[in-house]
């Protein structure tokens, strides 16, 4: 076994495995695969994200966590929005770009804690894409397409997206020179180019021109954590995820109802697996909502939310004749959910191995592009609340609600499946469905990504109930759902909607590594 390379676009995961082939860590990988992606899926992935990571090192022997998102700016409150008469933050614009980008900061650290390649090397193939340009897919055309008026409001954008005033189409090259400008102050000057170096200039600069919040001491006292992950058991495997203020703890949550169910008896594709499957995640999603926001802000029970007894309180609200009613459940703060994300692991020659999450939230994150910079701030911090009731409610130097995470599941004390997907509100629910038809039913990982696909509740920006599932789905289990209460929604076969899954199995008995991506997404897969 010489590596494992995954991810939701091809040139990206070609470039992890050029990185394992030089000798370097897999974490060095991943830093090189999640570059590529903030150039050739700019509406997904960038610099003005988070990130979010799993990192287990043979070393070390232990799973330990990157928590890569960064806080409100020290001017950012809810007066400041108050004042200018919003009732709620933007999704768009300065005012959505509120938070510090964690991404480069995660990128340096994890480089200094692993790293044996020259941190420059990690950066080429970046700086390439961006200068030289590439060949964009059908999809990322097409979103291009959806939010051509948002691209089209701003010259920055606009002169990046735009070919002969009309949306650069499928095919044709998109070359983004002031991103690979970027990536080079990166590649010279490591993360002080990005928090305290002439890359926040130019973002203070534009933040200032166009009525932003941040000021450049919010860059200059960035700062991440590692962090203890926390988990659960699930028939016997260990089950990873990065603490809040992400939602992975409702994963956790999720298998310690699932796990009260013989799944192989339910069977895979069945009525009953679907129903079981979304009426857990309703359940579970109500906890997660009161609950996961900035640790620093709240003093969250987790022995309590991850104990095998608090599920089975949970667990007799379940009926396998009928959905729970969601009028029934205790009204609690809506919390949105994101839209786009990348997705990606890695697994070297010895087996190091590394789950990671980036984003800039919504499509092309707050469709604000300082100039100069070739690159969206995130919209991450829109997810704030203005009502100081809310748990989570906007303060200066406050670390918002994520819905992006990454999965890691442990055999024997030893990685066995590296997994995690694109989202929203489907994150949780398709990592449990990667982890049952892994675990329980015997799939590889590809069969687990293909495998038809199911949605419950809200995705894409919709205040949505609906059980979405895929058109694979056959009528007679369709109906069934219809007949227990489940109000579906019918979606296209390997529908966007679903997200894009990516995964690594790792058989240590047989000395093989499996990797899978998702064709609903432009990844591939390589094991070598």
């Given amino acids: 076994m010489n590596g494992a390379v995954t991810s939701p676009h091809y040139l990206a ?25 903030c150039v050739v899926i700019p509406h997904m992935a960038g610099l003005g994200g988070d990130l979010f990571a799993l990192i287990w090192d043979q070393d070390e022997k232990e799973v330990k966590s990157m928590h890569g998102s960064g806080k409100s700016g020290s001017y950012v409150n809810r007066e400041a929005y108050k004042q200018k008469e919003l009732r709620e933050i933007p999704e768009r614009g300065p005012l959505a770009a509120n938070t510090i980008p964690g991404t480069v900061d995660a990128w340096w650290e994890l480089h200094q804690q692993y790293g044996r390649l020259k941190w420059e090397v990690l950066f080429e193939d970046a700086v390439h894409y961006a200068e030289s340009g590439f060949p964009i897919t059908d999809k990322v055309s097409n979103f291009i397409q959806e939010k051509a008026e948002l691209l089209s409001d701003h010259a920055t954008t606009k002169q990046v997206f735009f070919k002969n005033d009309r949306p650069i189409l499928a095919g044709e090259l998109l070359v983004q020179p002031d991103l690979a400008w970027s990536f080079n102050q990166i590649a010279q000057s490591g993360r002080d ?118 599920s089975s309180e949970v667990y007799d609200h379940f009926s396998w004749d009928d959905v729970y009613r969601e009028e029934e459940l205790e009204e609690l ?11 990606l692991s890695v697994v070297d020659k010895e087996g190091n ?139 296209e076969d390997y529908s966007q909607t679903m997200g894009h899954a990516q995964g690594i199995i790792i058989d240590h008995e047989r000395g093989v590594y499996s990797a899978g991506a998702d064709p609903r997404g432009d990844g591939i897969a390589l094991c070598w």
């Fill in 193 to 310: 180019a990005f928090y305290n170096g002439e890359i926040t200039d130019k973002i203070i600069a534009s933040m200032e021109k166009h009525g932003g919040l941040l000021v450049k001491e919010d860059f200059k006292e960035h700062s991440l954590e590692w962090e203890r992950p926390l988990s659960t058991s699930y028939r016997g495997f260990e089950i990873y995820q990065v603490k809040p203020n992400t939602q992975g703890i409702a994963v956790l949550m999720m298998l310690n109802m699932l796990e009260k169910n013989d799944m192989t008896s339910i069977q895979d594709g069945t009525p009953e697996y679907y129903h079981l499957l979304a009426e857990t995640a309703k359940l579970k999603f109500r906890f997660r909502d009161k609950w996961v926001t900035d640790l620093e802000t709240i003093d969250l029970p987790y022995d309590e939310l991850l104990s095998k007894s608090f």
């Fill in 333 to 343: 703060p809506k919390v949105d959910d994101g839209r786009d994300t990348a997705y």
């Fill in 13 to 37: 995961t070609q470039t992890g495995k050029r990185i394992l082939d030089q000798g370097g860590h897999a974490v060095e990988a991943a830093i090189a695969v999640n570059a590529v992606l």
């Fill in 353 to 491: 191995s590394i789950s990671l999450i980036q984003s800039i939230f919504h499509e092309f994150g707050s469709g604000f592009m300082p100039e100069g910079c070739g690159f969206f701030l995130q919209n991450r911090g829109s997810h704030f609340s203005l009502d100081e009731n809310h748990p989570n409610t906007l303060e200066p130097n406050k670390r918002t609600f994520h819905t992006i995470i990454p999965g890691m599941a442990l055999k024997d004390g030893k990685p066995f499946m590296l997994f995690g997907a694109m989202g929203g509100e489907g994150q949780p629910q398709t990592q449990c469905a990667m982890l049952t038809k892994v675990i329980d039913f015997g799939y590889n990982m590809q069969q687990a990504i293909e495998a038809p696909r199911w949605l419950y509740g809200r995705t894409w920006g919709e205040d949505s109930s609906t059980l979405k599932l895929e058109g694979r789905v056959p009528d007679e289990i369709i109906n069934d759902l219809r007949r227990r209460g489940h109000t579906v929604e019918i979606v």
